[in-house]
């Protein structure tokens, strides 16, 4: 074979290698920064770029697995005896479906370095893992603390392929907990998709960017599996959710720019106010809990601590996997933690010696919340259990409550114990609802209803003391309630 004939037959080869792709249309996301490591989650994509907006959405239908009756799909519902039936329109497949990012195989690889360093550090080529929506993820460790890095995320169709896409992006590490750091980080909960505010997302992405977080906590509902057209009524559908979501812009710039905590909460995992063992449609709660760790690569256990160098520890709860059940409920005291975590909180609270304690919660411990609700600690339903667990906290000054879940913002001021919860609010102003009362109560030292927004935090060490400066936002990041806590030293 002559020479001229072998180039174009090679250029056909790698064009069609590019044309097979391995795309990173739903990006990449850093999780768990500590002051030596964090995780690097990586999914590949068939294509490039998520199905466009005027792609047909496939129609959602429920039968009644006994009497075979249609049911009518409802927000906030669950279908635990119903029967799926998902019809995709001609031309149409889940892979074409308006906002579809569908998975693929190949392998992925991260190169990272220190900013200003020039080489290169790598991890070994990996395939991506089918059974888990064609995700993997990367530890990285020996990290110095309080640094910053860049990070590259490669993908290749398959081991002697080229690669076809490269995503960048960076992150800082936590200061070591003897050293004299400040911190910020914001705060976010419930983004529903047919809610969002910008046709590339959320505005409050580019809002949190803005402020450059050494950390984000993403308090839960990051889809509603229960809402819209489309309910996650199969785990095909519910990775859906998350593909559609992640693969806007705006998240995709933010997560490849700043290390993550998320924390799930009801529609995240399966329905509104879901327990284990619960199921709707073909999807169960168990199915939930392992695609939430498949898509936000979590640490283990959920409840877990964010130490942030010598003045900020954070506590994340975990709402979920050890509340009780309704039957329990009949007999027994309702739980939502559960007694192994109320014992961890205890002995944890209790062992830290940071300036600052914050105690993120998928679900409020203070309010106040409608009558109407039973889902959390302000609510009449859980008020033993409430009452231990805000006594406990209020044994610590300098011990603040942040509280996704509700669709409003608020601060307040438990009457009883004193605690303050920080409400972050929904994602869009969309979003917000609930609370529809403008005026503030005696609680309430502060009261932001029909909006939504984000929290952020802010710490600074200087020769006063050290200062915690919370900020509630509106979705553009205008700052619509601050207030400051100085520690002496
Ligand atoms: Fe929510």
Redesign the pocket.
């Known amino acids: 074979m002559c020479l001229r004939r072998v180039v174009p037959l090679f250029s056909l080869y790698f064009a069609l290698v590019t044309a097979a792709g391995a795309h990173q249309a739903t990006g990449f996301k850093l999780t768990e920064p500590t002051a030596s490591g964090i995780t690097v989650w990586t999914r590949i994509t068939r294509d490039a770029e998520r199905a466009a907006d005027d792609r047909p959405l496939p129609i959602t239908q429920i039968f009644d697995r006994t009497t075979g009756e249609a049911l009518r799909l409802r927000d906030n519902a669950a279908y635990p005896n119903g029967r799926p039936v998902i019809t995709f329109p001609a031309g149409a497949d889940l892979g074409s479906i308006r906002g579809a990012a569908v998975g693929a195989p190949g392998q992925t690889r991260v190169r990272y370095r220190r900013v200003g360093q020039t080489e290169w550090l790598s991890t070994a080529w990996r395939d991506v893992e089918p059974t888990r929506d064609f995700t993997t993820t990367f530890a990285l460790s020996a990290l110095t603390p309080a640094t910053r890095y860049e990070i590259i995320v490669e993908d290749r169709a398959s081991a002697d392929a080229a690669p076809t896409s490269m995503t960048t992006g960076g992150f800082v590490t936590a200061p070591d907990v003897k050293a004299d750091a400040g911190a910020t980080f914001c705060v976010m ?2 983004q ?1 998709y047919e809610d969002r505010d910008r046709p590339d997302g959320f505005a409050i992405y580019p809002a949190m960017l803005a402020l450059r977080p050494d950390f984000f906590v993403n308090t ?2 990051a889809v ?1 599996y229960d809402h819209g057209p489309v309910h996650a009524l199969t785990l095909a559908l519910a990775r859906y959710h998350w593909a559609r979501m992640y693969s806007f812009t705006t998240l995709r710039d933010f997560h490849r720019q700043v290390g993550s905590f998320f924390i799930k ?3 995240d995992t399966l329905t509104d106010d879901s327990h284990p063992g619960a199921r709707t449609g073909n999807f169960t709660f168990a199915d939930g809990l392992r695609t939430f760790r498949e898509q936000t690569a979590p640490s283990e256990p959920s409840y877990r601590t964010v130490r942030w160098g010598r003045h900020v520890e954070v506590w994340l709860l975990e709402g979920r996997d050890d509340r009780s059940t309704r039957e329990h409920d009949r007999t027994q005291t309702p739980t939502i933690l559960g007694v192994e975590q109320i014992a961890w909180l205890e002995r944890t609270l209790a062992a830290s010696d940071a300036t600052f304690r914050i105690v993120i919660t998928p679900t409020p411990m203070v309010g106040p919340d409608r009558a109407s609700k039973d889902d959390n600690y302000s609510n009449t339903g859980y008020a033993v259990e409430g009452s231990k667990i805000r006594e406990l906290l209020a044994r610590y000054k300098n011990l603040t409550v942040i509280t ?4 409003w913002q608020y601060v307040s001021r438990d009457a009883v114990t004193g605690i303050e919860e920080w409400s972050v609010g ?1 994602a869009t102003n969309a ?1 917000a609802g609930g609370w529809d009362e403008k005026t503030p109560r005696p609680a309430h030292r502060f009261l932001r209803t029909g909006f939504g927004g984000f929290l952020s935090g802010e710490v600074r060490p200087s020769d006063k003391g050290v200062r915690l400066s919370l900020r509630l936002h509106d979705t553009a990041g205008t700052v619509v309630f601050s207030a400051d806590n100085l520690s002496p030293r």
């Open positions: 909960s419930c529903q839960g509902d509603y909460d009801d529609h996704g879940d509700r669709h929904a979003h």
